[in-house]
Protein backbone atom coordinates (compact mmCIF):
# COMPACT_ATOMS: atom_id res chain seq x y z
CA UNK A 1 0.00 0.00 0.00
CA UNK A 2 0.95 3.59 -0.82
CA UNK A 3 1.27 5.48 2.61
CA UNK A 4 2.58 8.74 0.62
CA UNK A 5 -1.00 9.88 0.50
CA UNK A 6 -1.93 9.13 4.26
CA UNK A 7 -2.23 11.95 6.67
CA UNK A 8 -0.92 11.27 9.46
CA UNK A 9 -1.46 14.51 11.53
CA UNK A 10 -2.94 17.90 10.04
CA UNK A 11 -1.31 20.89 10.35
CA UNK A 12 -3.27 24.50 9.72
CA UNK A 13 -0.52 27.35 10.81
CA UNK A 14 -3.92 30.00 10.80
CA UNK A 15 -5.90 28.12 13.74
CA UNK A 16 -4.77 27.48 17.42
CA UNK A 17 -4.08 23.70 17.62
CA UNK A 18 -6.85 22.72 20.73
CA UNK A 19 -4.98 18.67 20.84
CA UNK A 20 -4.64 15.48 18.96
CA UNK A 21 -6.79 12.65 20.15
CA UNK A 22 -6.02 8.89 18.96
CA UNK A 23 -7.35 9.97 15.51
CA UNK A 24 -8.41 13.54 15.18
CA UNK A 25 -6.60 17.16 15.49
CA UNK A 26 -8.74 19.43 17.04
CA UNK A 27 -8.46 23.24 16.30
CA UNK A 28 -10.35 26.29 18.06
CA UNK A 29 -12.03 28.81 15.67
CA UNK A 30 -13.36 30.86 18.00
CA UNK A 31 -15.70 31.13 20.97
CA UNK A 32 -18.09 28.85 19.33
CA UNK A 33 -16.67 26.39 16.30
CA UNK A 34 -14.17 23.94 16.66
CA UNK A 35 -12.49 22.34 13.42
CA UNK A 36 -12.06 19.12 13.55
CA UNK A 37 -9.76 16.98 11.36
CA UNK A 38 -10.29 13.17 11.31
CA UNK A 39 -6.57 11.80 10.17
CA UNK A 40 -5.81 8.17 8.66
CA UNK A 41 -4.11 7.53 12.22
CA UNK A 42 -4.99 4.09 13.52
CA UNK A 43 -5.56 3.12 16.78
CA UNK A 44 -6.28 -0.27 19.11
CA UNK A 45 -6.08 -1.01 22.65
CA UNK A 46 -6.10 2.94 23.31
CA UNK A 47 -2.48 2.80 21.47
CA UNK A 48 -2.02 5.00 18.39
CA UNK A 49 -0.26 2.88 15.95
CA UNK A 50 2.59 4.07 13.86
CA UNK A 51 1.20 3.13 10.45
CA UNK A 52 -1.97 5.11 8.67
CA UNK A 53 -4.67 3.47 6.59
CA UNK A 54 -4.95 6.00 3.84
CA UNK A 55 -8.35 7.10 3.15
CA UNK A 56 -9.82 5.93 6.81
CA UNK A 57 -10.13 9.67 7.83
CA UNK A 58 -12.10 10.04 4.93
CA UNK A 59 -14.31 7.29 5.35
CA UNK A 60 -14.98 8.16 9.10
CA UNK A 61 -16.13 11.71 8.18
CA UNK A 62 -18.79 10.58 5.51
CA UNK A 63 -19.98 7.36 7.64
CA UNK A 64 -20.35 9.76 10.74
CA UNK A 65 -21.83 12.47 8.77
CA UNK A 66 -24.60 9.65 7.11
CA UNK A 67 -25.69 8.09 10.54
CA UNK A 68 -25.56 12.14 11.88
CA UNK A 69 -28.23 12.84 9.68
CA UNK A 70 -30.31 9.51 9.88
CA UNK A 71 -30.57 10.18 13.66
CA UNK A 72 -31.17 13.50 13.38
CA UNK A 73 -35.26 13.23 14.69
CA UNK A 74 -33.53 11.56 18.11
CA UNK A 75 -31.18 13.90 18.93
CA UNK A 76 -29.15 16.97 17.32
CA UNK A 77 -25.42 16.67 16.68
CA UNK A 78 -22.18 18.81 16.37
CA UNK A 79 -22.11 19.47 12.73
CA UNK A 80 -22.51 23.46 12.36
CA UNK A 81 -23.43 23.43 8.74
CA UNK A 82 -20.27 25.50 8.17
CA UNK A 83 -17.91 25.05 5.19
CA UNK A 84 -14.11 24.44 6.03
CA UNK A 85 -13.88 27.25 3.40
CA UNK A 86 -14.90 29.71 5.81
CA UNK A 87 -12.67 29.14 8.49
CA UNK A 88 -9.19 28.03 6.51
CA UNK A 89 -7.73 31.02 4.72
CA UNK A 90 -5.60 28.71 2.51
CA UNK A 91 -7.82 27.36 -0.73
CA UNK A 92 -4.94 24.39 -1.43
CA UNK A 93 -4.83 23.02 2.02
CA UNK A 94 -8.63 23.53 2.27
CA UNK A 95 -9.11 21.54 -1.02
CA UNK A 96 -6.83 18.96 0.82
CA UNK A 97 -9.00 18.61 4.11
CA UNK A 98 -12.18 19.31 3.06
CA UNK A 99 -12.86 15.26 2.49
CA UNK A 100 -12.14 15.15 6.20
CA UNK A 101 -12.61 18.14 8.22
CA UNK A 102 -15.24 19.61 9.68
CA UNK A 103 -16.86 22.33 11.58
CA UNK A 104 -18.57 22.08 14.79
CA UNK A 105 -20.29 23.56 17.32
CA UNK A 106 -18.20 23.87 20.56
CA UNK A 107 -19.35 21.81 23.25
CA UNK A 108 -18.55 20.51 26.61
CA UNK A 109 -18.22 16.39 26.13
CA UNK A 110 -19.48 14.25 28.76
CA UNK A 111 -16.38 12.89 30.89
CA UNK A 112 -18.10 9.28 29.67
CA UNK A 113 -18.74 7.00 26.58
CA UNK A 114 -21.43 5.84 25.84
CA UNK A 115 -21.55 1.84 24.92
CA UNK A 116 -24.11 -0.13 23.78
CA UNK A 117 -24.07 -4.04 23.32
CA UNK A 118 -25.74 -6.20 21.52
CA UNK A 119 -23.58 -9.08 21.22
CA UNK A 120 -21.14 -10.57 23.46
CA UNK A 121 -17.31 -10.06 22.15
CA UNK A 122 -14.68 -8.07 23.31
CA UNK A 123 -13.89 -6.47 27.26
CA UNK A 124 -17.64 -7.84 27.61
CA UNK A 125 -16.99 -11.39 26.89
CA UNK A 126 -13.54 -11.05 28.75
CA UNK A 127 -15.73 -9.88 32.10
CA UNK A 128 -18.25 -12.27 31.65
CA UNK A 129 -16.18 -15.46 31.49
CA UNK A 130 -14.60 -13.77 34.67
CA UNK A 131 -17.10 -12.73 36.71
CA UNK A 132 -20.72 -14.18 34.88
CA UNK A 133 -21.58 -10.55 34.35
CA UNK A 134 -20.49 -7.58 32.30
CA UNK A 135 -19.75 -3.93 33.98
CA UNK A 136 -21.91 -5.08 36.65
CA UNK A 137 -24.98 -6.20 34.91
CA UNK A 138 -25.81 -10.00 35.59
CA UNK A 139 -25.94 -12.20 32.82
CA UNK A 140 -27.46 -15.81 32.32
CA UNK A 141 -24.79 -18.95 32.00
CA UNK A 142 -23.74 -20.34 28.74
CA UNK A 143 -23.71 -17.38 26.27
CA UNK A 144 -20.95 -18.20 23.75
CA UNK A 145 -18.64 -15.72 22.46
CA UNK A 146 -20.27 -13.69 20.00
CA UNK A 147 -23.36 -14.78 21.09
CA UNK A 148 -26.37 -12.54 21.30
CA UNK A 149 -27.48 -11.18 23.84
CA UNK A 150 -31.05 -11.32 25.47
CA UNK A 151 -31.44 -7.71 25.87
CA UNK A 152 -29.20 -4.77 24.65
CA UNK A 153 -27.08 -3.61 27.32
CA UNK A 154 -26.06 -0.18 27.91
CA UNK A 155 -22.42 -0.48 29.54
CA UNK A 156 -20.53 2.90 29.54
CA UNK A 157 -16.94 4.17 30.18
CA UNK A 158 -14.51 6.43 30.86
CA UNK A 159 -13.00 8.38 28.55
CA UNK A 160 -9.19 7.72 28.24
CA UNK A 161 -6.16 9.58 26.98
CA UNK A 162 -4.35 8.52 24.41
CA UNK A 163 -2.30 5.85 25.57
CA UNK A 164 -4.40 4.98 28.70
CA UNK A 165 -7.18 2.35 28.71
CA UNK A 166 -10.90 2.71 29.00
CA UNK A 167 -12.36 1.35 32.16
CA UNK A 168 -15.76 -0.05 31.87
CA UNK A 169 -18.09 1.53 34.80
CA UNK A 170 -21.59 0.91 36.24
CA UNK A 171 -24.62 2.95 35.94
CA UNK A 172 -24.28 3.78 39.49
CA UNK A 173 -20.65 5.03 38.39
CA UNK A 174 -21.87 7.42 35.89
CA UNK A 175 -24.81 8.90 37.39
CA UNK A 176 -21.98 9.33 39.96
CA UNK A 177 -19.91 11.01 37.26
CA UNK A 178 -22.72 13.20 35.53
CA UNK A 179 -26.07 13.22 37.50
CA UNK A 180 -28.59 10.62 37.17
CA UNK A 181 -31.04 12.27 34.89
CA UNK A 182 -28.69 13.47 32.37
CA UNK A 183 -27.37 9.61 32.60
CA UNK A 184 -30.37 8.22 32.07
CA UNK A 185 -31.27 10.54 28.77
CA UNK A 186 -27.74 9.16 27.76
CA UNK A 187 -28.43 5.56 28.67
CA UNK A 188 -32.04 6.37 26.64
CA UNK A 189 -30.46 7.83 23.36
CA UNK A 190 -27.75 5.56 22.95
CA UNK A 191 -30.48 2.63 22.75
CA UNK A 192 -32.75 4.43 21.07
CA UNK A 193 -29.54 5.21 18.23
CA UNK A 194 -27.98 1.33 18.19
CA UNK A 195 -32.10 0.05 18.31
CA UNK A 196 -32.36 2.10 14.61
CA UNK A 197 -28.90 1.49 13.36
CA UNK A 198 -29.52 -2.10 14.08
CA UNK A 199 -31.96 -2.74 11.79
CA UNK A 200 -30.99 -0.50 9.16
CA UNK A 201 -27.66 -2.58 9.02
CA UNK A 202 -29.68 -5.97 9.18
CA UNK A 203 -31.25 -4.90 6.40
CA UNK A 204 -27.76 -4.36 4.14
CA UNK A 205 -26.48 -7.81 5.55
CA UNK A 206 -24.26 -6.27 8.39
CA UNK A 207 -24.87 -6.88 12.47
CA UNK A 208 -23.77 -4.22 14.50
CA UNK A 209 -22.11 -5.74 17.60
CA UNK A 210 -21.76 -3.42 19.73
CA UNK A 211 -21.10 0.76 18.97
CA UNK A 212 -20.42 3.57 21.59
CA UNK A 213 -21.50 7.57 21.66
CA UNK A 214 -20.23 10.57 23.26
CA UNK A 215 -22.25 13.34 23.78
CA UNK A 216 -21.39 16.48 25.00
CA UNK A 217 -23.71 19.92 26.56
CA UNK A 218 -24.09 23.27 25.20
CA UNK A 219 -24.29 26.59 27.41
CA UNK A 220 -27.70 25.70 28.21
CA UNK A 221 -27.61 22.07 29.07
CA UNK A 222 -28.96 20.10 25.90
CA UNK A 223 -27.56 17.11 25.12
CA UNK A 224 -25.81 16.67 21.73
CA UNK A 225 -23.97 13.26 20.12
CA UNK A 226 -20.19 14.37 18.93
CA UNK A 227 -17.00 13.43 17.86
CA UNK A 228 -18.10 10.41 15.40
CA UNK A 229 -21.06 7.36 15.05
CA UNK A 230 -21.25 3.76 13.97
CA UNK A 231 -18.11 4.06 12.37
CA UNK A 232 -15.42 1.07 11.87
CA UNK A 233 -13.28 2.56 14.23
CA UNK A 234 -16.31 2.64 17.46
CA UNK A 235 -18.18 0.07 16.25
CA UNK A 236 -17.94 -3.91 15.46
CA UNK A 237 -19.81 -4.45 12.65
CA UNK A 238 -20.05 -8.21 11.42
CA UNK A 239 -21.08 -9.62 7.84
CA UNK A 240 -24.37 -11.56 8.42
CA UNK A 241 -23.46 -13.98 6.35
CA UNK A 242 -20.46 -15.36 7.98
CA UNK A 243 -21.72 -14.57 11.77
CA UNK A 244 -21.22 -17.63 13.80
CA UNK A 245 -20.77 -18.34 17.62
CA UNK A 246 -17.75 -19.47 19.65
CA UNK A 247 -14.87 -17.39 17.39
CA UNK A 248 -14.28 -13.58 17.27
CA UNK A 249 -16.31 -13.09 13.80
CA UNK A 250 -15.06 -11.76 10.80
CA UNK A 251 -15.27 -8.11 10.43
CA UNK A 252 -15.78 -4.79 8.71
CA UNK A 253 -13.82 -2.57 11.23
CA UNK A 254 -10.76 -2.70 13.93
CA UNK A 255 -11.31 -6.33 14.89
CA UNK A 256 -9.14 -7.46 12.12
CA UNK A 257 -6.41 -5.37 13.21
CA UNK A 258 -6.98 -6.45 17.23
CA UNK A 259 -6.82 -9.84 15.82
CA UNK A 260 -3.61 -9.84 14.18
CA UNK A 261 -2.23 -8.35 16.98
CA UNK A 262 -3.31 -10.67 18.97
CA UNK A 263 -1.14 -12.90 17.50
CA UNK A 264 2.02 -10.72 18.34
CA UNK A 265 4.08 -10.64 21.73
CA UNK A 266 3.15 -6.83 22.19
CA UNK A 267 1.78 -5.77 25.59
CA UNK A 268 -0.76 -3.48 24.75
CA UNK A 269 1.36 -0.53 25.88
CA UNK A 270 2.94 2.14 23.34
CA UNK A 271 4.82 2.61 21.25
CA UNK A 272 2.19 -0.25 19.04
CA UNK A 273 4.06 -2.37 16.57
CA UNK A 274 4.25 -1.26 12.65
CA UNK A 275 1.74 -3.20 10.96
CA UNK A 276 2.50 -5.39 7.45
CA UNK A 277 1.57 -3.80 4.61
CA UNK A 278 -0.84 -6.60 3.65
CA UNK A 279 -2.90 -5.81 7.22
CA UNK A 280 -3.69 -2.08 6.08
CA UNK A 281 -4.44 -2.99 2.79
CA UNK A 282 -7.22 -5.62 4.04
CA UNK A 283 -8.36 -3.05 6.94
CA UNK A 284 -8.71 -0.02 4.11
CA UNK A 285 -10.90 -2.44 2.12
CA UNK A 286 -13.04 -3.18 5.01
CA UNK A 287 -13.62 0.46 5.90
CA UNK A 288 -14.89 1.02 2.25
CA UNK A 289 -16.99 -2.13 1.83
CA UNK A 290 -18.64 -1.58 5.05
CA UNK A 291 -19.70 2.36 4.01
CA UNK A 292 -20.51 1.18 0.84
CA UNK A 293 -23.04 -1.34 2.41
CA UNK A 294 -24.39 0.87 5.02
CA UNK A 295 -25.12 4.09 2.37
CA UNK A 296 -26.09 1.95 -0.04
CA UNK A 297 -29.53 0.17 -0.91
CA UNK A 298 -30.29 -3.01 1.00
CA UNK A 299 -30.51 -6.37 0.09
Known amino acids: MNTIDALFESDIPSLTMLGRGKVRDIYAIDDDRLLIVTTDRLSAYDVVLPDPVPGKGEILTEISNF ?7 LVPNHLS ?5 SVIDDPALADVLRSRAIVVKRLQPLPIEAVVRGYLIGSGWRDYQRTGSTCGIDLPPGIPQ ?5 ETLFTPA ?3 DAGD ?8 KTCDLIGTELAKQVRELSMAIYERASRHARERGVIIADTKFEFGL ?3 GRLFVIDEMLTPDSSRFWPLSGYRTGVSPPSFDKQFVRDYLDTLSWDKTAP ?11 TANKYREVFALMTGPGL
Do not use: C, R, Y
Not at 165 to 172: C, L, M, P, Q, Y
Not at 272 to 282: D, E, H, N, S, T
Open 146 to 150: AGELP
Open 81 to 85: GQSID
Open 218 to 220: DSD
Open 165 to 172: HDENISFE
Open 272 to 282: GPALPAAVLQQ
Open 158 to 160: TKA
Open 67 to 73: WFAMMAS
